[in-house]
């Protein structure tokens, strides 16, 4: 893992403790190197992760403070739908359609940036959030990148086998978010009497390396979907 990667979740982790408490100015940047033995500009990295975040703010001339709580700062889809659940004390099950690996079609490897035929898992799973089946989601993973994923994994979650087995880091993602349709077939899976608009997460997601590990289509019940961010002018 890159130092700066091991800096950030110490700093994160002690926001989310609250040794470093929100509205509070962080240590000065040459402190925090001499504590972790680095340069800096590594420092540097490591809080540009956290201002992205919204969970550190930047005031010129006065240095880094502590925006907010991470638990409250935080309802990223980058965390995962089990962990999401998990915060917020919410029962989840997951209803596993399809898990298949298979080569990439033309629209697939586009999104992946992978060759055409490239093998991919397909994931297609109902995510019920207390008793209500809640999302729809549609994914695909390079098979080599994401090696010996099992079901029992696809049943609770993807991205903790990715952070805690493979040990990789999941860094940034590219959203875009719009409402669709829901087809017959969904209708099926989410238990809607009649055809109704679902809110899209279309996704591509990166690993801190710089290479893109997922793309998915997650489309949720419009009146249990809940999505925050922070918007910084850099």
Avoid at 23 to 43: M, N, Q, R, V
Avoid at 126 to 134: H, L
Avoid at 144 to 167: A, C, E
Avoid at 187 to 193: D, I, K, N, P, S
């Amino acid at each position: 893992m890159p130092k700066y990667m091991e800096i950030y979740r110490e700093i994160r982790l002690r926001i989310e403790s609250g040794n470093y408490a929100p509205d509070k100015k962080l240590p000065e940047g040459s402190k925090l190197a001499s504590e972790f033995s680095c340069s800096e500009l590594t420092i540097t990295k490591a809080l540009d992760l956290l201002v992205r975040e919204g969970l550190v703010l930047r005031k010129r001339g006065s240095g880094s403070f502590v925006k907010r709580l991470a638990s409250s700062a935080s309802n990223s889809h980058l965390s995962g739908t089990a962990e999401r659940c998990a915060r917020a004390g919410k029962k989840l099950e997951t209803r596993v359609i399809n898990f298949t690996a298979e080569p990439a079609d033309e629209h697939v490897a586009q999104k992946l940036t992978i060759p055409r035929g490239q093998l991919v898992y397909v994931i297609h799973r109902v995510r019920v959030i207390d008793g209500v089946p809640s999302i729809i989601e549609y994914t695909w993973m390079p098979v080599d990148l994401i090696p010996q994923l099992t079901l029992t994994y696809v049943n609770q979650s993807i991205y903790h086998y990715i952070t805690r087995q493979l040990g990789w880091v999941i860094h940034s993602a590219h959203m875009t978010i719009t409402g669709q349709q829901a087809t017959h077939h969904e209708c099926q899976q989410l238990a809607l009497v009649e055809p109704t608009a679902l809110i899209q997460v279309e996704q591509v997601a990166f690993l801190d390396n710089g290479k893109l590990f997922e793309y998915s289509i997650a489309r949720h019940l419009w009146d249990s979907f809940n999505f925050e961010t922070d918007f910084v002018r850099v």
